[in-house]
């Protein structure tokens, strides 16, 4: 009887061991199908961040361009102050050109 008992125990904890390695292997198969779902999901932040980055530069060239064609009263170089004397110089000279016509 003891070498049957012995024979019992030995496959009750091979049964247990089975049982541990299918647990472990079935978690091991769900933590891959997780790794590469993480792994589509960065690959695809990359593209999109790429993306956002190319329509940045995008958007800078185009600032750049419109801060270099605006034109005298457009752009932020001259206060409000400054465009109001600007205003009021060529208003003048207007009428002296006028004027002079006049004579």
């Not at 419109?66 to 208003?91: C, H, M």
């Amino acid at each position: 009887m003891p070498e049957s008992s012995k024979y019992d125990l030995f496959m009750d904890e091979l049964l247990s061991l089975e049982k541990q390695i299918g647990v472990f292997a079935q978690r091991c198969d769900e933590l891959v199908e997780q790794n590469n779902y993480y792994k589509d999901q960065i690959f695809n932040m990359e593209q999109e961040n790429q993306a956002l980055k190319n329509k940045i530069k995008e958007i800078e060239i185009q600032l750049s361009k419109q801060s270099n064609n605006e034109d005298l009263f457009g752009g932020n170089s001259l206060t409000a102050e400054d465009r109001e004397q600007l205003k009021e110089k060529v208003g003048e000279l207007i009428n002296k050109i006028d004027h002079h016509l006049r004579s």
